[in-house]
Each structure stands twice: as C-alpha cells, then as structure tokens.
C-alpha cells in the first residue's frame, strides 16, 4: 500500500516540475511552433485527464491535439486540469487507494500484451501518473536542449533541496 501522503508529496513535485518545464518552454520562443513539444505535452495530458476522469467516474474526453491553435492554447487547456488533479491526490484515503481503478483503455493494453492484466488500484493509478509524468518531462527537457535551450532541473531531491516550493505556473 502507498502512504496517502506519500502520494500527495509526488503529485506537488509532479506539479512543481510541471510548471517549470512550462515556464522554460513558453520562454522559447524556437518551441512555440515545435510539433514534437505539442505531441508530448498532449500525451501527457491525455494520460493525466484520462487517468483522472477515469478514477472520478467522469466520461474519458480528451481533445485531439488539432483542436489547439497554438502552444498557448494548449497550455491553458492543460494548466486548467490541475486544480482537480490535485485534488484526487489530496483527498485520497488508505481505503480510496486501496480501491481498484482500472482506466478504459485496459482492453487495449490487454490485446497489445495478448494476456489479461491485473487490476489496478488508484494508488497504482496515481503512482503512474507521477512516473509517466517524470519520463515524458526528460524528453520534454531534450527537446529543449535540441533547440537551444537549457532546461530546468526538475529532480525530486532538486525540489526538496528548495524546500518544495509551490509551482510557479506561467500566466499566459
């Protein structure tokens, strides 16, 4: 079993993290019209508002990626999910993580794997979300360095060694 709390501190350096990398990639201008940034941030999206809707019961509606007209677009759409991101990290008790949490896209992953999977719990669900988030942001930072620019450090211990700070979302 996860600790609650456990969880809630990965999701405020998940969300720290986050905006950080936003920060730096709207200070770029060489990534505004980056295509491969629009397609990772949308994935992470789509993975974080598909996990959420499916964890609070919600109906699985994510925008395809041609529905932004621009990076900004984009980032307001996203930005707009954390509030109630937060909040499923915040409220959730040893009894709500310990509860299965399958999201709709199981079938898929089962016929990709040709076997049945295990049922997922949300604190399995919500762990993911902070792994999936860490892996995209290192190919999200790359693709800064690709275009000349240096990306943020975002590590957990980084965050802990600043004594957690708060994100610091862009107002755009």
């Known amino acids: 079993m996860t600790d609650p709390r456990t969880l809630e501190d990965l999701y405020r350096h998940m969300e720290w993290a986050d905006a950080?990398?936003?920060r730096h990639v709207l200070d770029t201008p060489a990534a505004h019209d980056d295509d491969r940034l629009r397609e990772l941030f949308?994935?992470?999206d789509l993975v974080q508002r598909g996990h959420h809707q499916g964890a609070t019961g919600q109906p699985i509606e994510i925008p395809a990626l041609?529905?932004?007209s621009d990076l900004h677009?984009?980032?307001r759409f996203i930005r707009a999910l954390y509030p109630s991101?937060?909040?499923l990290y915040t409220s959730a008790t040893e009894q709500t993580l310990a509860a299965p949490a399958d999201v709709p896209w199981k079938?898929?992953?089962e016929t990709f794997f040709g076997r049945p999977l295990a049922t997922a719990t949300l604190a399995?669900?919500?762990t993911h979300l902070f792994t999936h988030a860490a892996h995209h942001r290192g190919q999200v930072n790359t693709r800064l360095r690709e275009l000349g620019a240096k990306p943020p450090y975002v590590d957990y211990i980084i965050w802990v060694w600043l004594e957690r700070p708060e994100p610091?979302?862009?107002e755009v």
Do not use: M, N, Q, R
């Open 20 to 22: 950080t990398v936003w």
């Open 42 to 44: 949308h994935h992470i």
């Open 66 to 68: 041609d529905a932004f």
């Open 73 to 75: 677009a984009l980032y």
């Open 85 to 87: 991101l937060g909040e």
């Open 107 to 109: 079938d898929g992953a």
């Open 124 to 126: 399995d669900l919500l």
């Open 168 to 170: 610091e979302w862009p």
